[in-house]
């Protein structure tokens, strides 16, 4: 938080070590600021394809794959079966002669890599289930302007690599790839899709559900890291129209538009849905009542229910004959319109619970885009369902049993993944926190604003934090998910690079400059692939500030906080005052943040750039006042990580 007292700048001296010395020995410091602001943080320039300025370059390009997909959800042998067509274009400067398609549903095969790795007791992994799972695939062909190519495929766990007899030209070759594909749904999918029980039906949230293209990049070529659990995606962005026939006791909710309404509801749901895209209160498709009434579904077997996303990296979908669904308006900036959405069971469907689902998907929606970006998809849901919290482009899966704070946060926090990473495409298999802690940090702004504060959350006490942080055991940021402790996951994807966002905003650059920079950063790689160093670039330009002493500290490394009072002495200049020694003992610099009070019992709050750590490991601040000081406290709010703050205050005699 920015305090609301007078923020002192620039009424500051400095004394030499060596005059301090001769007043007594400094304390020991661990820090060294040559280390701290060293120069040399970049280690390569920018090119055309990524421009030194943190945006993508003239050149910049990537890869194009649209998606045409049948599949059918046979619920009582727990199946989705379908076919894909994949039209992949190479808009790279490179001849592919092979490539490499995501498989990820391989992870619930008794044999998985992934499965080797995850530990009991862990969420990710199918938790000890015991199914056949992973893709039974047939039938590929492939095709360049309808004529066959010859391949040979090659799968390893979760990949699959296509090897062209021919490879695909640069610049713009399209190649068609045809596969029929089924597998067994899983309970617990990773906690990020499976399969609920409900007094009325099961619930089936499916995701990771086609085969997908991996990435190719200027960075790496192919990105093929498995898919192991904790880590999640990188995709390429294209257009996705897909079918999903379910029983006709369904109801089936998906990424993108939903084109056939006509065909999947009653004549009484149809008018609902049509009435719900102009209300900007909660409406009821299908009641509570309903639910169990077979009136509240068309009577036949089957349905197929059409979806289509236009410029995304991913769709996925839910279907049950137990779901309540809601719906209301949201409004966007721009003048645009989409629905919120919300499809859960009975046990779910209390105003303590997602009864209000679709009004804090609405609040949400409505904030971030104002906030950061507009949002770009005809639909917004959310499921309730098994899975405590996971996000797919315009759809999300949230635990069914949240309460109150708990529903609006996970709710809130999966529509926050919206802009990161479905419209800035950051790699998550191996830079988590680009989406969680970014994430994390918006989701703060939103729950502030939500309803007047309703379920707005008290700052996080950061030397508190600093303990945590601060244990050799936390390991860091800058760490691939399935490289880290399952333990700290949550620490350095989510709460770490989320507090850095605040500090970054709230202590370093102030929210005007902070706030520009982000979303600039938003805008230029929105349906792009920007790296971390592309973030860090791009923030330091928008803002105007040289932060790699906060990336490499922060981000790249753990780096202890420990700022502390050496002394407080009365002044001997010629303006009456006070001298207010501070030191910095650990290897990461902060600003400086000091609360005074006097006498009388005036307080106010002195704020010291960071600059003065560049060359010094004290900093003497000069506080002018005719009174006398009886305490000062450094960091009063607990905003920064300072790791002991027993010595962070004095007080007078």
Known sequence: MIYKSALLWGLLGVWSLGVLAQQGNPPVSNYDPHAAFSPLFYTQNGNEYRSASGAPGPKYWQNRADYSIVAELDELKHTVSGSITINYKNNSPDKLPFLWLQLDQNLFSPDSRGNALIASGSRYGSRGELLNGGY???????????????????????????????????????????????FVIPVNGSDRMGRLTTRNGEIFTIAQWFPRMSVYDDILGWNTVPYWGAGEFYCEYGDVDFTVTAPGSHIVMGSGELLNPQDVFTTVQLQRWNAAKLSDKTLAIRSEAEVTDPKSRPAKDKLTWKFRMKNTRDVAWASSKAFVLDAARINLPGGKKAMAVSAQPVESNGQDGYGRAVEYVKAAIEHYSDKWFEYPYPMAVNIASNVSGMEYPGIVFCGWNAKGAVAWGVIDHEVGHTWFPMIV????????????????????????????????AEPADMHRAAQRIANPAAEYIMLSPDAMKEANIGLNLYYKPGWGMEILRNEILGPDRFDYAFRNYIDQWAYKHPSPFDFFRSMENGAGEDLSWFWRGWFLENRKMDQAIVEVREAKGSIAGYDIVVANLEQMPMPIILEVTTK??????????????????????????????????????????????????????
């Open 600 to 653: 009388s019992g005036k307080k106010e709050v002195v704020r010291v750039r960071v600059d003065v750590w560049m060359r010094n490991k004290i900093w003497t601040v000069f506080y002018p006042t005719t009174e006398e000081l009886v305490s000062v406290v450094l960091d009063p709010g607990k905003v920064l990580p300072d790791v002991n703050e027993e010595n962070n205050s004095w007080k007078g005699k």
């Open 136 to 182: 039974k695939i047939e039938g590929i062909t492939v095709t360049k302007k309808m004529k066959p190519v010859k391949f040979t495929t090659l799968t390893e766990d979760t990949r699959m690599q296509i090897r062209l007899a021919s490879a695909m030209a640069p610049g713009g070759d399209v190649i068609s790839i045809k596969m029929n594909f089924s």
């Open 425 to 456: 495409g950051s790699n998550e298999r191996k830079f988590g926190w680009m989406d969680e802690g970014f994430n994390t940090f918006i989701n703060g702004l939103s729950a502030a604003a939500f309803n007047k504060g309703e379920y707005n």
